[in-house]
């Protein structure tokens, strides 16, 4: 852990609390953190977002994902979210809710944002709007602002039971398999304790 924490940038006791869920890391150290473990920063993402539910290690759930090839933080800022995706979210997202449930998923995620970065000052309630006319991303806005719009989507979608990030048909390696399997095993497990802490 020691280790980590020297490459990422924090200390010891800063990193413990991302790995128990108590505290999210800023953008930046998430893309040092995605870097390390050799992770895309949307699998981190949901990563975080689970650790931080249900209190797993982080470890734990990053070894269910499939690995991914590391890249420079500098290919993350340069490289383009890919078009395809964002067209099939917002498909999803307009055939999956109606126009009041939209606005109360941009409401949600400002709010959120608001919560988690108090120096994220984009305007994501305008941003995500546009994006949602237009089937596409506003023009001139950055890869976080991209990505952050695009785990909105795809976090309102997966809530609804709705999975943006299943794939046509595609041939899997077996390691790749294996892991899709941990990670189902892992999501359906965790849909159960969610049911049972929603019953009580």
Known sequence: MTKIAEVVGVRQSTLSYYE???????????????NFYGKSIQELFLAL?????????????LIMIAPVKAVKSEELYNSEVEDSFIEKLV????????EEEQNKIIAD????????NLFDTADYKTLIKQTLDASDFPKGIGLMDKEAIQNCLANALIK??????KEEVVADSYKTKRAKQKLARLERELNEQHSKIKAH
């Open 91 to 98: 498909k999803l997202i307009k055939d999956n809710f109606t």
């Open 20 to 34: 128990r869920g108590v505290r999210t890391p800023s953008d930046k150290v998430k893309i040092r953190l995605a």
């Open 49 to 61: 977002k689970i650790t931080h539910s249900y209190k797993i290690k982080l470890q734990r759930v």
């Open 160 to 165: 609804k039971g709705v999975n943006p990030y």
């Open 109 to 116: 995620f400002v709010e959120f944002v608001r919560y988690e």
